[in-house]
């Protein structure tokens, strides 16, 4: 079947009981059992809960892994899979991950034994030589957050596995609609639900997915024991976003598309940062890993006091922290997301002070448009 009605259908049968069309959100910690040992599946909540389970299946089939896993948030589910790791064990990760990644592994998950080098992952001959003889995952996000520079998941995939190590990518900012590593060669796919997958900002939540059938048997150990789980209305909530995935991530595309575009012809716009321009440095690559180029951009304003005014001004975008929802959302990288990265490394990463990004929502363009235009002139 194809990815809409995958999206609309799998983990979706009408309800056994009544017939619901829609899955129930099965608000209940536990299930009546007939005699001791006979049940209908299900025994506790935080084991398995049919509304989770039911998203469970619905991911795991559009990542095209089959074994979905349902977390109380995207960190929830990164924390998860590094608790496959064990002290000595070394990770390589990406040098501009997400905020809350590098700070769960550096004030988190460095004390419990594991270590990490970072490396520019676009360049896979510098990132090989950050492995050690112990380096057991390969763990980035493509395209990375906001300067969206784009990883070769195949290449890297391949890299990890000649060293013995799983490939984990975090796949938020594309949605499987968009990009699928598992088929690239990853091991792991990661996601924050709480963005594009929910796609209504109405929810916090967090998969992951994997093809591998002994993978998929340890995580969901370490869901049940540890117990971070998304609870059924949230699963509920992600299950309904899920359905309009298809035609959100499409109008997504075709608006960050025409904003991207103003914006690079725009006089007070000195650089925008999205992979479907031509003259982003891996537009080629992106067009031939990725089916569209998302929603999420970056542009340059050229200054502090620029950005601040151009951030002041919005009407319609609204001033924000998260991304991936209906409504456009604007922020500042540099004092918002990316605040805790000290200055020098912001500088390297292209994370500058006159930089704002933008989560284009799926509102008429010619509206977000209009608004931009008129706060540009402030500058
Ligand atoms: C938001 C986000 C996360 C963290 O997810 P939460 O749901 O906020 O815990 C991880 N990775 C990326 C790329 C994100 O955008």
Redesign the pocket.
């Known amino acids: 079947m194809g990815f809409s009605t995958d999206a609309i259908h799998v983990g979706q049968e009408p309800d056994p009981a009544t017939g619901a069309i829609i899955v129930p959100i099965y608000q209940t910690s536990t299930f009546v059992q007939e005699e001791l040992g006979k049940h209908k599946g299900y025994e506790y909540a935080r084991t398995s809960n049919p509304t989770r389970a039911a998203l469970e299946r619905n991911l795991g089939r559009l990542e095209g892994g089959e074994f979905g896993l349902a977390f109380a948030?995207?960190?929830?589910a990164?924390n998860a899979v590094m608790t496959l790791f064990k002290p000595g064990d070394h990770i390589v990760a990406g040098h501009n991950l997400?905020g809350?990644?590098f700070r769960l592994f550096e004030r988190l998950l460095k004390d419990t034994g594991l270590s990490f080098s970072y490396a520019d992952t676009t360049d896979l001959a510098t990132t090989e030589r950050a492995f050690q003889p112990t380096t057991r995952l390969l763990y980035m996000?493509t395209p990375t957050?906001p300067v969206m520079e784009i990883t070769d998941i195949a290449q890297a995939a391949a890299l990890a596995h000649r060293s013995n190590a799983l490939l984990a990518v975090?796949n938020?900012?594309m949605s499987p609609y968009f990009q699928r590593p598992l088929a690239l060669g990853a091991d792991i796919v990661?996601h924050?639900?709480?963005?594009y997958l929910n796609g209504h900002s109405d929810g916090?939540?967090?998969a992951v997915i994997v093809k591998d059938a002994g993978l998929a048997e340890r995580l969901k150990f370490i869901q049940n024991a540890a117990g971070a789980v998304l609870g059924p209305m949230d699963s509920w909530l992600v299950l309904r976003g899920v359905k309009t995935l298809a035609v959100r991530m499409r109008q997504h595309n075709e608006n960050g598309l025409a904003v991207a575009k103003f914006l690079s012809e725009h006089p007070k716009v000195k650089k925008v940062h999205y992979p479907g321009l031509v003259s982003h440095p891996q537009h080629e690559l992106a067009k031939k890993q990725m089916t569209g180029f998302g929603g999420m951009l970056s542009f340059e304003t050229g200054s502090l006091e620029n950005a601040k005014k151009v951030l002041k001004s919005v009407r319609l975008c609204s001033l924000a922290e998260?991304?991936g929802g209906v409504e456009t959302l604007i922020s500042h990288p540099a004092t918002m997301t990316h605040a805790s990265v000290p200055p020098e490394q912001r500088q390297r990463l292209g994370i500058t002070d006159g930089l704002v990004r933008i989560s284009v929502g799926i509102e008429d363009v010619e509206d977000l448009i209009a608004d931009l235009e008129q706060a540009l002139e402030r500058i």
Do not use: H, W
């Open positions: 948030s995207g960190m929830a990164i997400y809350g990644t996000e957050n975090d938020t900012f990661l924050s639900t709480t963005k916090v939540g967090g998260s991304l």
